[in-house]
């Protein structure tokens, strides 16, 4: 198989791995950092981790290729972390949870289909190549959802909300697509009136 093959519609592979992102890199910090789950949870509570607690979670490696909506695709990214499968059983969300929207330090979000959130591949990564993140990459926490435009791999994440109702993120606000699939090239919003390819 070659490369290519592999590639995603109108993808390509860049030298290094870009750091993209809207806005300020958040400054961690560790006493007052915590990571939340709310919204639509089974027990109707809200839960909230430590730093040292999050990093006290059973943990899973993932290797997976990084596709940027501006079409890098980054091949191999090895991660490590805590897998969404784990969240969800620390945190289980209500049988009508149909969404989630993933937040971040300054209020950057994105939303995911909970069975997108669940992929077997979806993690919250701590680690990246076997380095613990920079502050560029996401660190100490990201969201990383490797068979979805990588806007959706929400870097520097403090919070993940259950949602019974679908909302749009930030990026799905303006203009980019709800879904997110880079096979189908669900690029733009304006796809989804499209009929699917
Ligand atoms: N908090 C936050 N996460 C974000 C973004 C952002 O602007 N803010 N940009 C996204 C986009 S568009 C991309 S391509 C990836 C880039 O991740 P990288 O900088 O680690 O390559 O982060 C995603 N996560
Ligand atoms: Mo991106």
């Given at each position: 198989m070659g490369p290519d093959d592999r590639l995603p519609p109108g993808q390509y592979v860049p030298r290094g791995w870009p750091v993209l992102h809207y806005g300020p890199v958040p400054k961690f910090r560790p006493d007052t950092w915590d990571l939340r789950v709310y919204g639509a949870t089974e027990s109707g509570r809200e839960y909230a981790w430590t730093w040292p607690q999050v990093q006290a979670m059973p943990r899973a490696k993932v290797s997976a290729d990084f596709h940027c909506v501006t079409k890098f695709t980054v091949p191999d990214v090895g991660w490590e972390g805590v897998l969404t499968?784990?969240?969800?059983?620390?945190?289980?969300?209500?049988?009508?949870?149909?969404?989630?929207?993933?937040?971040?330090?300054?209020?950057?979000?994105?939303?995911?289909?909970?069975?997108?959130?669940?992929?077997?591949?979806?993690?919250?990564?701590?680690?990246?190549?076997?380095?613990?993140?920079?502050?560029?990459?996401?660190?100490?926490?990201?969201?990383?959802?490797?068979?979805?435009?990588?806007?959706?791999?929400?870097?520097w994440v403090r919070a993940i909300e259950y949602l019974t109702v679908d909302r749009r993120g930030f990026w799905e606000e303006r203009g980019y697509h709800n879904i997110a699939d880079p096979w189908h090239e669900q690029r733009y919003s304006y796809q989804e009136d499209e009929p699917p390819a």
């Open positions: 499968a784990m969240l969800v059983e620390l945190a289980p969300p209500a049988d009508d949870a149909t969404h989630v929207m993933v937040w971040a330090d300054y209020g950057y979000s994105a939303n995911l289909r909970m069975i997108d959130f669940l992929d077997d591949r979806a993690l919250l990564a701590t680690h990246q190549g076997g380095e613990p993140l920079t502050p560029d990459h996401g660190a100490p926490l990201r969201m990383v959802v490797p068979h979805l435009y990588a806007w959706k791999s929400v870097k």
